[in-house]
């Protein structure tokens, strides 16, 4: 399991991860929180296949891109198209299982997730992307979790949750806040906010639309569906480059 923040990998037991290590779950299973984007996020799902990870999750939460996405849907990419136009497929029994169960307990959305390398902030750019990569959603880490799987020939899923709509302008104090490899900054956020007070709104609208994505993510641990069961590896994930 790769995540980005701290607050994402929570769910599976209110692990701290102070110096952002592997942390091993109950029945086998290896995390590791990164920090945000594409180099944090290689590093930690090597961290992950080196020691001994059969497959890789990339788990969190998404910019939404399609109009149709809520904040909070669950969203399982059966594509992953990187900033360089290579394009992944995430494993097909794997998300077929676990989107069987999923389906009872809330909607599910599919498609292809982009990978980008800067927070995609304003609607117009948002709109931009949608029309450019095909993708319904958006992160800084999936596809460098895909690399990483298909060159070391394990099964890859990856478990995003909208969190800012497509027409939803990400606020510029969370912007600010946020840098790679690294937590988003409460004192850099807290910054922003007191010279500028008119992001306060967006902010705490935002800040809804977490919950709600966090929910989304804890309903994902407790349907106890994730692990994966016998999976071939190399022949589960493929790629192709030229995808604009």
Not at 209 to 226: E, F, I
């Amino acid at each position: 399991m790769v995540c980005a923040l701290r607050s994402e990998a929570r769910h599976f037991g209110g692990i701290l991860l102070k110096d952002l290590g592997i942390e091993s779950l109950a029945g086998g299973a290896l995390l590791v929180a990164t920090g945000i984007g594409w180099q944090a996020a290689a590093a930690g799902a090597d961290r992950l296949a080196a020691a001994g990870a059969g497959a890789l999750v990339s788990w969190g939460m998404a910019g939404g891109l399609d109009p149709e996405l809520p904040a909070g849907q669950i969203f399982l990419p059966s594509e992953i198209v990187g900033p360089d136009g290579t394009l992944f497929t995430t494993n097909i029994p794997w998300r077929e299982s676990l989107g069987a169960t999923l389906r009872e307990l809330s909607p599910l959305g599919s498609g292809r997730l982009v990978t980008v390398n800067a927070p995609v902030g304003t609607v117009e750019a948002k709109a931009l992307l949608f029309k450019r990569s095909g993708a319904r959603a958006v992160d800084m880490e999936s596809a460098a979790i895909a690399q990483v799987a298909r060159s070391r020939s394990l099964p890859l899923l990856a478990i995003r949750v909208i969190v800012d709509r497509a027409s939803e302008a990400l606020p510029d104090a969370i912007v600010a806040a946020s840098a790679p490899g690294k937590e988003i900054s409460s004192l850099r956020l807290l910054g922003h906010l007191v010279s500028s007070p008119t992001e306060y709104p967006r902010v705490l609208r935002l800040i809804g639309s977490y919950l709600r994505a966090n929910r989304s993510l804890a309903k994902v641990v407790a349907s106890g569906a994730l692990p994966p069961r016998k999976l071939a590896s190399s022949a589960s994930n493929s790629y192709s480059r030229g995808v604009s």
